[in-house]
């Protein structure tokens, strides 16, 4: 079955381009994630914690004065 698929693929001019544009797009996406993890405020990621929690009685004003 593979090497049905695979003859199909190589008959494909310019196929080879599509494993690369994957790998770039995933690697692009992995970076971006990376800086957004090492620049997030402490502050936003304990909000976002605790939003599952929260049962709704305080004011939205209350929740961004820590």
Same mark, same amino acid.
């Given at each position: 079955? *593979?090497?049905?698929?695979?003859?199909?693929?190589? &008959?494909?001019?310019?196929?080879g381009i599509y494993p690369m544009l994957s790998f770039v797009v995933f690697? &692009?996406?992995? *970076? $971006?994630?990376? !800086? !957004?993890?090492?620049?997030?405020?402490?502050?936003?990621? @304990?909000?976002?914690? $605790?939003?599952?929690?929260? @049962?709704?009685?305080?004011?939205? @004003?209350? *929740?961004?004065?820590?």
């Open positions: 079955m *593979l090497k049905y698929v695979q003859h199909h693929f190589d &008959t494909i001019a310019g196929i690697f &692009t996406f992995f *970076l $971006a994630m990376l !800086w !957004w993890v090492l620049k997030v405020s402490r502050r936003h990621i @304990d909000h976002m914690a $605790a939003l599952p929690l929260h @049962d709704g009685s305080t004011s939205n @004003d209350e *929740l961004h004065a820590h």
